[in-house]
């Protein structure tokens, strides 16, 4: 399975981006697919994850303000990220499970 992960670039806080993941090869494979971000200096962190029958799951900090999304037919995932703050500044990386394949991260900075 391959991941392409786009839509990351600079936005102004209280901005919005939308990201996508697509996936290809051998898609019948993945069943939970989310998106992961790292910022400089700190771990990666789950933002956002969306199972095959469509239940999502957020992290505290994105709550309200990102939506996660997944079209099953074009095999791809979206984040649509509102009210960006600069602190939202990281890599984001897409993520499908269940056997941990990885897109190759699209950056997103928020300047304040």
């Known amino acids: 399975v391959q991941l392409q992960a786009s839509g990351g670039g600079l936005v102004q806080a209280g901005g919005s981006l939308r990201l996508s993941c697509a996936a290809s090869?051998?898609?019948?494979?993945?069943?939970?697919m989310g998106w992961y971000r790292q910022a400089p200096g700190k771990q990666r962190e789950l933002v956002a994850a969306?199972?095959?029958?469509?239940?999502?799951n957020y992290s505290d900090s994105v709550k309200g303000r990102f939506t996660i999304s997944r079209d099953n037919a074009k095999n791809t995932v979206y984040l649509q990220m509102n009210g960006l703050k600069p602190e939202d500044t990281a890599v984001y990386y897409c993520?499908?499970?269940?056997?941990?394949?990885w897109g190759q991260g699209t950056q997103v900075t928020v300047s304040s």
């Open positions: 969306i199972s095959s029958g469509g239940s999502t």
């Open positions: 090869g051998s898609t019948f494979s993945i069943n939970a």
């Open positions: 993520h499908a499970a269940p056997y941990g394949y």
